[in-house]
């Protein structure tokens, strides 16, 4: 299995541009999740999916879409790319929600400017 | 709001040596604590997982424990190795309200060197 694979490992963006960030994983997990990582932050939910078809809102959605057609991909849209925006980003996928005994497998990460 | 503060936030140390790294927590209602270790430049990988009724959990050379009374954790490395340098980041999960959301809370992680 190659887990939680992402892409581009690295993007630069010039302010109001748009992109996608890709993510897919291979071990058949419901639900999938995106993560930015600030310096001196703790991770924080951008948006999630509970499956194909359904996804949700985070703790800091702004500027970022999502869609879920399958089961195995979440990619991650940047309207409108901010300044406020340069950080890495992470995609994570576990069977279930990250409840209880619930292992969450994380991507090798996109690293993301703004300019 | 809940939070998860981890300390110290960077600590060096010598190969070989024994430490501990805490966080202490404010996120209700608790279900599970979780710690992670991130290396630079990849994603975080997950050490150990604990829910209320346990207090301490084991991963070869890791170890964490919960008091989940006073709301604090630990994770003690013993036996430190040069691949030990990495950040090592504290996760706390509430029980979601209507099976709502994520409901896990990332601390800002510990960043520990382990020098030769």
């Known amino acids: 299995n190659a887990g939680v694979t992402q892409t581009p490992k690295f993007q630069v963006l010039k302010t109001g541009q748009s992109m996608t960030l890709q993510c897919a994983q291979d071990m058949n997990h419901e639900y999938m999740s995106w993560y930015r990582q600030d310096p001196g932050m703790g991770l924080r939910l951008i948006h999630y999916s509970v499956g194909a078809g359904i996804t949700d809102q985070g703790e800091v959605p702004n500027g970022y879409n999502v869609s879920r057609s399958t089961t195995e991909d979440f990619p991650l849209r940047l309207l409108s790319a901010a300044p406020s925006q340069t950080s890495v980003y992470f995609c994570a996928s576990s069977y279930y929600r990250p409840s209880g005994r619930e292992t969450q497998y994380f991507g090798p990460g996109t690293r993301l400017l703004v300019l | 709001k809940n939070q998860v503060e981890q300390s110290p936030q960077s600590l060096i140390i010598l190969e070989g040596k024994n430490c501990t790294l805490q966080?202490?927590?404010?996120?209700?209602?608790?279900?599970?604590l979780r710690w992670y270790k991130q290396d630079t430049g990849r994603g975080p990988v997950s050490l150990t997982i604990?829910?209320?009724?346990?207090n301490t959990k084991s991963n070869g050379r890791y170890t964490a424990t919960l008091d989940a009374d006073t709301k604090q954790s630990s994770l003690h490395i013993t036996a430190s190795q040069l691949s030990d340098s990495a950040s090592y980041i504290c996760v706390v999960g509430a029980t979601s309200i209507n099976n709502a959301g994520n409901m896990l809370t990332f601390g800002g992680g510990t960043r520990l060197m382990v020098k030769p």
């Open positions: 966080c202490n927590y404010t996120v209700s209602p608790f279900s599970n």
């Open positions: 604990m829910t209320f009724s346990e």
